[in-house]
């Protein structure tokens, strides 16, 4: 392991993300390539105050801070954990086979944002020198500290050059995510639209939400940026899908149609407290028809809407008036700045979802159809659709590797884990490029859109 930077920062463990200024971490968070509203202090501090991510439930928060003198000059949300739940990058292997030889895994350090598996900025830090500097000094703490591993969870492209650089190993997953870009090769960027029909009627807001301005599609800072046209409506979206997957669709969306399903939508503060309410009666029933509570509480989402209601759109099904299912999506604005310019970047992430009564495609109506309508009618430039799921390729959400990275105290342990993930990472590669060959969009320019 490589010493840690000489730079002249002081190192400063906190017990409560409220322990350092929200405007000094959010400033600090703006600078970064790629920042959410997750990681943004109001976040992290309503998962501390609504008793949410604490010690209670396995996550002791030690925020580290680096200062040069009085400026905060990097920091990260650092937590203590007795077991990797909440987490969506999964070491129970690893766990078990600590365990198998009469070693502990747990204590272990992670940097995360618990239960939002969302990639984004985990080292905030001014510059690269002190991004490594810190995660550096995070490593050396974890060590005084005796704890087995530290684990640096979706973090961005930066973050991972800091990690590979102090010797952590990386691991890789896949996610699913939409893009708002006509395929260079549909028919659908020749303006192509046919009607879909009724089922476009089902998702229209209220009057009294207004809609934000389009943003130029852009995506900075993930290496796939953006740089062709946005579909101009669900229709023109479908025109770009295969006929098998555009039928499909059109057939699921008809099934809540007929069902007597009716969609409105509702952002920030236009979302009342009884919407609130009633979509957490829809995401606890969720959790507990699988057999577990849900990790977060009614008090956290009361935070939210009073500290974070700008970041929120929430979906709710009706039938007659009467609410049946929601799902509540988080909306991320910023201004970014790349090759000197600055241009703007929306980026939507599906979250929760639940509903009171089965009706049949209601899920996939909710939770991608709803949304992506909503994504394309407001600019939005990508929609993150959430850990795993292959079926969210049939609604055209592609796969895209999310990096995690890994230090194990133990060295015959490093060294077992390092043989794994290289394995690990030759099979990821070919699960992508499987993957890519299942695309859902039309590939022949002469397929006429408008069959069935």
């Known amino acids: 392991m490589r010493a840690p930077s000489p730079l002249p ?3 400063q463990i906190i017990d409560s993300p409220q322990a350092v200024s929200a405007a000094a971490w959010n400033a600090l968070l703006a600078r970064q390539a790629t920042p959410t509203p997750f990681m943004r202090h109001e976040y992290l501090s309503a998962l501390h105050t609504s008793d949410s991510a604490v010690p209670r439930t ?3 928060p030690r925020f580290a801070l680096l200062w040069d003198g009085p400026d905060l000059a990097a920091a990260c949300p650092l937590y203590v954990k007795s077991h990797s739940y909440g987490e969506y990058v999964f070491d129970w292997a690893w766990a078990h086979a600590y365990e198998e030889h009469d070693l502990p895994y747990y204590p272990k350090a992670v940097i995360a944002v618990p239960f939002t598996p969302v990639p984004g900025s985990r080292l905030l830090a001014r510059d690269a020198a002190t991004r490594r ?3 550096d000094a995070v490593r050396c703490w974890c060590e005084d500290k005796g704890l087995s591993s530290l684990h640096v969870l979706f973090g961005d492209t930066a973050d991972h050059t800091a990690c590979n650089a102090a010797g952590l190993m990386r691991r890789e997953q896949v996610q699913f995510h939409w893009k708002n870009m006509k395929p260079p090769r549909s028919p659908a960027a020749r303006g192509t639209l046919p009607p879909e029909g009724a089922a476009n009627r089902l998702g ?3 009057a009294t939400v207004s809609s934000p301005p389009r943003l130029p599609a852009a995506l ?3 290496g796939s940026e953006v740089s062709g046209e946005q579909f101009s409506s669900f229709d023109d979206f479908l025109t770009s899908l295969t006929q098998d997957k555009r039928k499909k669709i059109r057939q699921e969306r008809r099934k809540v149609q007929q069902a007597g399903m009716r969609f409105r939508w509702a952002r920030g503060a236009d979302i009342s407290p009884a919407d609130w309410a009633f979509f957490y009666r829809c995401y606890e029933r969720t959790y507990l028809e699988h057999g577990n509570p849900p990790y977060l509480n009614p008090a956290f989402f009361t935070a939210m809407a009073q500290d974070m209601a700008e970041h929120w759109v929430l979906f709710t099904a009706e039938r007659d008036g009467t609410p049946i299912a929601t799902s509540l999506i988080a909306i991320n604005t910023s201004q970014m700045s790349g090759n000197g310019q600055f241009y703007a970047q929306t980026v939507a992430y599906g979250r929760y979802w639940g509903a009171l009564e089965r009706v049949d495609s209601l899920h996939f109506e909710a939770c991608y159809y709803q949304p992506l309508q909503w994504c394309i009618a407001h600019g939005v430039a990508r929609f993150e659709g959430g850990a795993q799921g292959e079926h969210k390729m049939a609604r055209a959400l592609m796969p895209v590797v999310t990096e995690s990275a890994h230090w194990l105290a133990h ?3 490093a060294q077992a884990v390092d043989d ?8 990821v590669a070919r699960y992508m490029a ?5 695309t859902p969009f039309r590939q022949s320019k002469r397929a006429d859109p408008t069959s069935e």
């Open 434 to 438: 499987h993957l890519q060959t299942r």
């Open 220 to 222: 900075p800072g993930d």
């Open 133 to 135: 500097a810190l995660i």
């Open 411 to 413: 060295p015959a342990f």
């Open 9 to 11: 920062l002081r190192l």
């Open 204 to 206: 229209n807001g209220p």
């Open 58 to 60: 396995g996550w002791v």
């Open 420 to 427: 794994f993930l290289h394995r690990e990472g030759a099979g």
